[in-house]
């Protein structure tokens, strides 16, 4: 995926590098669209954080690499609602389901959540892993056939894909199977204008060019449902109550963990970290109190690791 908004310059890049020596509880920021009054649903995404055995950490690794140096540097957003977003309040905290999970990555090779984040552009993705500047890439970074060319996937570790929005008051719309007769915004341009039609043959497509227009045309109730990506639907429903997020996506677009082409050792270690993060719930309290806080939704099934080309 990607959202150009985000783009950065080089130098910008390098400059807004920001280091993160935050404690296992640290997260109690409130996350958007989440309940201020809590702090104990963040603070339960780390609590019992699995950390890798010592055999795991193998000599002349990656991971030996960064248990030396004592931090994780990760290429992530810093302006991404629910998925990475910087604390106004406190520019050391980044929160949101990729910047837990990185913290959870952390904690799994060092024992605590040392994390250096340097925002990536969406051009600047490989070569950052090519040349080493970080060791990997949470940045809902979809993996496809000719990305696998120049980097490594571990994952998928989210799937993404359109998803449906409708009015905060709406209990009638549940998923996209409710579409069809129904009056439906969409993005101009976006995968939208054609599955649409594909799951809901009966549903009046309307087009608008931006996000924003789309967003108050469901709002002013020019539209019984949005049609969009999750995670854009999902930032929109953080920053603005009158919306929310139903049922879960119903195309695929996968997110994977970058990391360095052909570092095989380090991505049998990071999909071994997924596996045991989904297994032992972090994954799924990570989504809950990030994602999870626009959706109705319950926790989704992750991914199968691997199962699909390019990862």
Not at 123 to 149: C, P, S, W
Not at 289 to 295: A, E, H, N, Q
């Amino acid at each position: 995926m990607t959202r150009t908004t985000r783009k950065a310059t080089a130098a910008g890049i390098l400059l807004a590098a920001v280091t993160l020596a935050v404690s296992a509880c640290s997260g109690t920021t409130s996350l958007p669209g989440g309940d201020p009054s809590s702090s104990s649903s963040a603070d339960s995404v780390f609590a019992d954080a699995p950390v890798a055995k010592a055999d795991l950490i193998l000599p002349k690794s990656t991971m030996e690499a960064i248990k030396k140096r004592g931090k994780l540097i990760v290429a992530e957003a810093l302006d991404a609602p629910l998925l990475s977003q910087q604390d106004p309040t406190n520019p050391d905290q980044v929160n949101g389901f990729d910047a837990d999970l990185a913290k959870l990555l952390a904690i799994y090779i060092l024992g605590k959540p040392n994390v250096e984040i340097v925002p990536p552009a969406s051009e600047t993705r490989e070569a950052m892993l090519q040349n080493g500047t970080v060791d990997v890439v949470f940045n809902t970074y979809t993996i496809t056939e000719e990305r696998a060319k120049q980097v490594d996937f571990a994952g998928p570790y989210f799937e993404s894909g359109l998803a449906v929005a409708v009015k905060s008051d709406n209990d009638k719309i549940k998923s996209v199977k409710d579409l069809d007769g129904k009056n439906v915004i969409v993005g101009a341009n976006t995968p939208a204008v054609t599955e649409v039609p594909k799951v809901a043959p009966t549903a009046k497509v309307t087009a608008f060019a931006t996000d924003p227009a789309a967003v108050q045309a469901l709002i002013q109730g020019r539209g019984d449902a949005y049609v969009q990506d999750y995670t854009l639907l999902a930032s929109d429903a953080a920053s603005e109550k009158q919306i929310k997020v139903v049922g879960n996506p119903f195309t695929k677009e996968p997110y994977g963990i970058g990391l360095k082409h052909g570092d095989s050792d380090f991505k049998s270690f990071v999909n071994e970290w997924l596996k045991t993060i989904q297994k032992g719930g972090q994954w799924g309290k990570a989504w809950k109190t990030t994602l999870g806080t626009v959706t109705d939704s319950s926790i989704p099934t992750p991914p199968e690791i691997g199962s699909v080309p390019g990862s």
